[in-house]
């Protein structure tokens, strides 16, 4: 079981670029998450979804897009950098909503 | 909406010292979940324990305990005897009906040897 994975773990943008961080689970999950951790702000809910083909927003989606094709896959575009996007991104998982999330390693995003 | 607030910021202590870690929640749903969740200075984060609406037995596990009150809408932390290797950033969660999955900002606990 390699559990959560995320690619890549470190990534540095210019403005105005686009990317796709990557996030898969080989526990046959049914609920994903991504968040974003800045300094005193927590974990903030970007985009979860609670299976395949059914996405929704959380708490900052602004700026992001997630698509759910399979249970196994969930990544999670930046569809125009911003350096308001540097940030922690960290991918979860859970059997269900109300079950305990295992995490990836997370992403170290840059934004110039 | 549901809210979770964990006031304290930071919180050092002397090693061997007990450490309480406070979460507050605000939630309309009957059925609900807490969670901890321990993030080291490595930065992974690693689940603690779950706790459902309905149980409100508190829990003890090794040096760690929870004291979970429907009444105060509090499900706190306590750490006795702490370790250098407590030291970390620690999140309280809530996931109520179909709400989505609501952190606090953390409280990072520092433990001086």
């Known amino acids: 079981n390699a559990g959560v994975t995320q690619t890549p773990k470190f990534q540095v943008l210019k403005t105005g670029q686009s990317m796709t961080l990557q996030c898969a689970q080989d526990?046959?999950?049914?609920?994903m998450s991504w968040y974003r951790q800045d300094p005193g702000m927590g974990l903030r809910l970007i985009h979860y979804s609670v299976g395949a083909g059914i996405t929704d927003q959380g708490e900052v989606p602004n700026g992001y897009n997630v698509s759910r094709s399979t249970t196994e896959d969930f990544p999670l575009r930046l569809l125009s950098a911003a350096p308001s996007q540097t940030s922690v991104y960290f991918c979860a998982s859970s059997y269900k909503r109300a079950n305990e999330q295992f995490f990836g390693p997370g992403t170290r995003l840059t934004v110039l | 909406a549901q809210k979770v607030t964990q006031a304290q910021t930071e919180i050092s202590v002397v090693e061997k010292e007990d450490v309480t870690l406070d979460c507050v929640y605000e939630?309309?749903?009957?059925?609900?979940?807490l969670f901890w969740y321990k993030q080291p200075p490595s930065g992974e984060l690693v689940f603690l324990i779950r706790r459902n609406s309905f149980d409100e037995q508190n829990e003890i596990s090794g040096r760690y305990s929870w004291n979970f009150q429907k009444s105060t809408s509090s499900f706190n932390f306590t750490i006795t005897a702490s370790q250098v290797v407590d030291s970390a950033v620690y999140f309280c969660a809530l996931s109520g009906g179909y709400q989505k999955v609501t952190f606090g900002t953390g409280t990072k606990l520092q433990v001086i040897p």
């Open positions: 526990m046959n999950h049914e609920y």
């Open positions: 939630t309309r749903d009957t059925t609900y979940y």
